[in-house]
């Protein structure tokens, strides 16, 4: 900040700086940061690169000052330096009443708010917590450093074993020189003999252990199970209701083949966050005394991800990637739905060459495509409305692209008609990859 002229009368000279208001600076933990390009028109091109920005905190106000009359110049402006920031998505978790010998879990979000890392120096439980509370992870110091923008999940249990009041705290050792220990309260209850139906929910990828807390890559699909919940003597579990409550935007995915059976699967069709939770009733009709809980978060995934989905149901939308030798609807160099594995590099591996993940020919999207170990190339993303079944629905479409696992492209692109063709961008494969706006609508395949 740079003070205003000096007033100068007679004896000394008076500084006047302009006042400073102090901005919040906590952020919620689940705000998006920046680095996220949007769509363009044709005549204007940007530039999105893979490092995505945080919140900015604002440097401290230089306090005012009266120099010596002596001073032929004000003092130079004091500026401080960027400090760490963490951002925490709650402060208080309720968990109600708990049947005793079931557990519910809830996750806090830390979120890393400046320009600068924070560290995470310890997490751990307050001394006089209930014992039927517990988290994952616990840290101690040193603990671990969030780059600007990451976050770290924080899962509290809590699994009663007595018919009691239950409290505690979770406490959390920061960097943030404003914020150096954060208290969470924990609140439950346990509940005796509890006469109702208890949902058991539990969830596996690709023949993996079964957990309530699955981490899984992008594409595959999630086996979920409701098998264990119980019910009172002399009754059954006769309904079971899944919901998905949390996921990423530009997932569609449902669960198959519905959603009312005991054991449906989930295919995570965008990278992301997913949290599912159970309830049940038995033969008398009466509802469970619990709702159940699955997280499931995706793996980071290196090189590049493409995902296109639109507005109107039941149309056929196709997403194309095209090699810098290829042209558009055309083998071996356009991976899309009539060429979905090309080999484009070493013949033994897969990791250099395109995949089309998933291909929805009548829905809401998304397609996808992935390509681990892209070359130093420049790659083109389109896609193309092929058939819209017979709606006379508008079809809005909307790209997102993924750097080494960084959200780093989000285009809401124009309305299309059946058979127009969306060049959408370019992708330039380097030490520091960049999307480059395109943005163009052709009447047909270029």
């Known amino acids: 900040m740079r003070p205003a002229a000096p007033l100068c009368i007679t004896v000394f000279c008076l500084a006047i700086a302009p006042a400073c208001t102090d901005t919040p600076r906590y952020a919620s933990a689940d705000s998006s940061g920046g680095g996220v390009g949007r769509g363009a028109d044709a005549s204007t091109d940007r530039v999105s690169d893979a490092s995505g920005s945080g919140d900015v905190r604002p440097n401290d106000a230089a306090p005012d000052r009266v120099p010596d009359a002596a001073a032929d110049t ?57 014992p039927a509370f517990t988290i994952e992870p616990s840290l101690e110091r040193p603990g671990r450093t969030l780059g600007p923008g990451s976050t770290l999940d924080i899962e509290v249990r809590f699994a009663p074993g007595t018919e009691a009041g239950h409290v505690g705290a979770v406490l959390i050792a920061t960097s943030d020189p404003d914020s150096t220990t954060l208290q969470v309260s924990l609140y439950g209850a346990g509940r005796t003999g509890c006469a109702e139906a208890v949902a058991v929910a539990r969830a596996r ?43 990423p935007a530009g997932s569609n995915g449902s669960l198959m083949p519905s959603n009312r059976l005991a054991t449906p699967a989930l295919l995570i069709d965008t990278p992301g966050r997913y949290t599912l939770e159970l309830t049940v009733r038995d033969s008398r009709g009466q509802p469970g005394c619990n709702t159940a809980r699955i997280t499931i978060v995706t793996t980071v995934e290196p090189g590049i991800q493409i995902q296109v989905n639109w507005t109107s149901d039941g149309a056929d939308v196709d997403l194309h990637f095209l090699h810098p030798r290829g042209r558009w609807d055309a083998s071996p160099h356009d991976c899309y739905w009539l060429n979905p594995s090309p080999n484009w590099a070493v013949l033994d591996s897969a990791d250099d060459d395109p995949s089309l993940d998933i291909d929805d020919v009548d829905g809401f999207g998304p397609e996808r495509i992935s390509l681990r170990q892209p070359e130093p190339l420049m790659y083109s993303v389109g896609a193309h409305y092929f058939s819209d079944h017979n709606s006379e629905e508008p079809n809005a479409l909307t790209a997102r692209i993924w750097l080494n696992g ?5 285009s809401e692109g124009p309305i299309v008609a059946q058979g127009q063709f969306w060049d959408i961008a370019r992708i330039e494969w380097g030490p520091e990859p960049r999307v480059i706006v395109i943005n163009r609508v052709y009447d047909d395949i270029p």
């Open 74 to 130: 004000p003092p130079p402006p004091d500026v401080s330096d960027p400090a760490p920031c963490v951002a925490i998505s709650e402060t208080e978790i309720a968990f109600g009443d708990v049947a005793l010998g079931a557990t519910v879990s809830r996750t806090l979000t830390l979120r890393s708010c400046a320009e600068i890392p924070v560290q995470i120096q310890a997490i751990s439980l307050g001394r006089d917590t209930s």
């Open 205 to 247: 990828g690709s023949d993996g252990p079964w957990t309530t807390e699955v981490q899984a890559p992008t594409a595959s699909t999630i086996e979920l199970d409701a098998s264990r919940s119980t019910a009172p003597p002399g009754t059954m579990i006769v309904d079971y209701s899944w919901a998905i409550v949390q996921r």
């Open 406 to 410: 960084s959200l780093t492209f989000v």
